[in-house]
């Protein structure tokens, strides 16, 4: 029996973009899982208004945007 390396195909690298693929997904897909605790204690808002807080919303809006 030759000692012969097997032959690289296109079915074989497509396979294994594809497991990586799921991979990456999947890791990232565990990182939303387990979201970072938000803040213990809002701050109050102003008397006159305007001002920006990072209230439980805009956070939530932040971790959708995140990449």
């Not at 594809?18 to 387990?34: C, F, R």
């Amino acid at each position: 029996m030759p000692n012969n390396p097997p032959k690289s195909s296109r079915r074989g690298f497509f396979l294994s973009a594809s497991v990586a693929g799921a991979a990456v997904a999947s890791v990232g897909w565990l990182k939303t899982q387990n979201p970072a605790p938000l803040a213990a204690s809002p701050k109050p808002a102003p008397e006159k208004g305007g001002g920006y807080t990072l209230s439980a919303h805009v956070q939530k809006y932040y971790q959708t945007t995140r990449v």
